[in-house]
Each structure stands twice: as C-alpha cells, then as structure tokens.
C-alpha cells in the first residue's frame, strides 16, 4: 500500500470512528426522573426517596427527554416552564 493509499486508508477509518461516537454520545446521556411531592423540599434531588415540592422548580431543573412525575395532591402554583419541548 502506497502513502496516498494509507493516508485516505486512516482518514476514512478515523471518519468512521467519529460518526459512530457521534451516534453513540446521546444514548449515554441518560434522562433524569423528577418526583414532586407536596411533602418534598426544593432542596432535595428530586428523586423518589427524595422529592421536590413544587412543579416550577422541577420544570426549572428538567432538560429535554426529563420526566416530572407529580404525586398526588392539590399544587397552587404557576408553572412557566423556562424551555420549550413537545411531548404526547
């Protein structure tokens, strides 16, 4: 194999390294579940053993592809999510 041979041997062999890292970074970005209670504290995670209280600081703390679960309860806030997204 000559130089030119190799040289567009490596390039297309480090391309395709970087596409399949490419397709491979966003599956290991994990989504975050958030819990709200009305018995949690804003200072918590947000996780279930530790959940948030109210839903404004959970949609503030959530990122695309994040779950808020609320728990059961009567909740007077105002929520003004601070990104926008779709979801079913």
């Known amino acids: ?16 390294c970087g596409i ?18 009305k018995d949690g504290n804003d200072s918590n995670a947000g996780t279930r053993a530790a959940p948030l209280r109210t839903i404004q600081h959970a949609a503030d703390l959530a990122q695309a592809g994040d779950v808020i679960t609320v728990h059961a309860g009567v909740y007077r806030e105002r929520v003004i999510p601070p990104r926008g997204g779709q979801s079913d």
């Open 20 to 37: 399949v890292a490419c397709l491979l970074v966003p599956a290991l970005v994990q989504a975050s579940d958030l819990h709200v209670t």
């Open 1 to 16: 194999m000559n130089q030119v041979s190799q040289n567009r041997y490596n390039f297309r062999l480090i391309a395709s």
